[in-house]
């Protein structure tokens, strides 16, 4: 009865030893694998930005996420903003997505860049003004623009702006030049989730309880039957 208890002591503190290592690994885990996203990310960027220079001496484009996780049909609100980084005013696009000036690239957990659901009109944005510092600022929801198709994993956004051929200036006294080009965002990264019944670690919980009863029932009938 002795070596059971002992041989029944040793197996509940090894796989207690188990769970624990199995939590620092997968805390260790997932650190490398943000790091490495992040990395990712960036080459992401920086592969659209080199096409255009690192950063536009006029105009500066910017997304904001409300969080980082999403669950699954949740929807995805983003927030893009167009600021005039120069000293004079300057006449471009408004950020039109439904006319094509405005463009979210979004890279899928595969690597695919996911699909517009509505194709892009041929109409042209009209015409905005912005003085030195001023901005203007859109939110969409991506998951009403993008075919998201249930995927879940880990996404990296981007935006590509474009002004060119605009309408007439809302203040046509004043003699304003047009700016034409193309400027790219900040990369953004989002994950979509499938949300948990049970955290990770009241899970690890339960089953080490179970682990612990079965090993008591075990003694008990290794018991039983000695005595029989």
């Known amino acids: 009865m002795c070596k059971n ?3 029944a002591l040793s197996i509940v503190v090894t796989l207690l030893i188990f769970c624990i290592t199995f939590s620092i690994l997968y805390d260790d885990l997932g650190s490398i694998l943000r790091s490495i996203k992040e990395k990712d990310m960036h080459e992401f960027q920086m592969s659209f930005q080199e096409r255009v220079g690192i950063k536009n001496a006029s105009l500066s ?9 999403y669950a699954v049909g949740e ?14 005013n300057i006449r471009v696009c408004d950020l039109d997505f439904e006319n094509g000036y405005l463009e979210f690239i979004i890279l899928s957990p595969a690597g695919d860049i996911l699909k517009r659901i509505s194709p892009i009109k041929q109409g042209i944005a009209k015409a905005v003004v912005l003085a030195p510092g001023e901005e203007i600022s859109y939110t969409y929801s991506l998951t009403k623009l993008y075919d998201f198709d249930k995927l879940r994993g880990s996404f990296t956004v981007i935006a590509r702006y474009t002004s060119g051929t605009v309408g007439m200036s809302p203040n046509s006294s004043q003699i304003v030049s047009t700016w034409s080009g193309v400027v790219y965002s900040n990369a953004l990264k989002f994950q979509i989730i499938t949300e948990e019944v049970f955290p990770r670690y009241i899970t690890a919980g339960v089953t080490m309880v179970v682990i612990i009863l079965f090993v008591i029932l075990f003694l008990r009938r290794t018991k039983k039957r000695k005595k029989d």
């Open 5 to 7: 208890n002992v041989l």
């Open 61 to 69: 484009l910017t997304l904001k996420l409300e969080k980082e996780k």
């Open 75 to 88: 929807p995805i609100n983003i927030n893009v903003s167009l600021k005039n980084e120069g000293d004079t």
